[in-house]
């Protein structure tokens, strides 16, 4: 297949190209800079894309998005959040359904903050949106595919949990403060966190890619949840290090701001069904050896 993708750079979408690759696909990546003609380029903000006409896209994966996790959520970084993501995937679907020749698959990237607070209600695709701000960020991402499916290409709306990777994301920026010693349950423990590895997401985009039937939402993340004093306690052991400084839900907020409520304090425990019932298995649904193989 010739796959383009956009947020190629990315914690996903650099691991994505090496699997892709090794699966004998020709990849192509979106780009913000205008090199030559013959380059797939884009402006999204300005309305502007560029395919190679003379290159058949088969599959298009987007994965563009500004950072979530950076900085405090004034104002400007939300807007920016949910810029990055609608105004991006809207010129995008709006671009490939009018191609005289679409592609056959567009996998668009989306979050399990479409469901918001879950507590431990366990939620699948077929769940209820949330009403909080990544909720809506989620719900308008999604919507922003809709040109695409209008046209008849199969559209996957991939709603990503925590990706654990040793080079980047959550796991990350957990790591200094752990290391040290230093690091502990978050509130009260309690709030749920839906993640998978980077190693079941490339395979999971693989799948897709293989499985004519997937269509429509799809939550990524492995079977069972973990909560945060899980969690916490796992990586501590996998570190080796004790896990006795715990993070109040007012030291959180004073910290982080909205963002604490968000991506630390919210619980949003999710289920993979569509993928669990079209057999796909999952390799890594250990938590502790998972975090350990990361850390090697």
């Known amino acids: 297949m010739n796959i383009l993708i956009t947020g190629a ?8 190209q090496r699997t892709l690759a090794k699966e004998g696909h020709t990849v192509y990546s979106l780009q913000r800079d205008k090199k030559t003609l013959n380059d797939f380029y884009w402006q999204p903000t300005q309305g502007m894309i560029h395919f190679n006409p003379s290159i058949a896209i088969d599959a298009v994966i987007n994965l563009a998005g500004a950072n979530i996790s950076n900085g405090r959520w004034t104002q400007k970084k939300k807007q920016l959040i949910l810029d990055s993501r609608v105004k991006s995937t809207q010129c995008l679907s709006e671009y490939i359904s009018k191609l005289q020749t679409p592609p056959k698959i567009y996998i668009s990237g989306s979050a399990i903050g479409f ?25 308008q991402w999604e919507a922003a595919t809709q040109p695409a499916v209008d046209a008849g290409i199969r559209t996957i709306n991939l709603r990503t949990g925590i990706v654990l990777s040793a080079n980047g994301g959550a796991l990350q920026k957990m790591l200094f403060p752990f290391k040290l010693g230093l690091g502990g349950v978050v509130g009260s423990g309690n709030q749920y966190m839906s993640w998978v590895s980077i190693n079941d997401v490339t395979r999971v985009i693989s799948f897709i890619l293989k499985t004519e039937r997937i269509k429509g939402p799809l939550n990524m993340v492995t079977p069972e949840a973990a909560t945060n004093f899980e969690f916490t306690k796992l990586l501590g052991r996998a570190l080796n290090r004790p896990t006795i400084f715990p993070m109040p839900v007012f030291i959180a907020r004073l910290l982080f701001g909205e963002m604490a409520d968000a991506l630390l304090l919210t619980s949003i425990r999710v289920k993979p069904e569509k993928l669990m019932k079209l057999g796909f298995s999952f390799v890594d649904t250990d938590l502790y050896k998972t975090l350990k193989s990361l850390l090697k």
């Open 115 to 139: 469901y918001g607070e879950t507590g431990s209600r366990t939620v699948t695709e077929s769940s209820q949106t949330g009403a909080d701000f990544l909720s809506d960020v989620a719900r």
């Open 9 to 16: 750079s990315g914690l996903i979408g650099t691991a994505l």
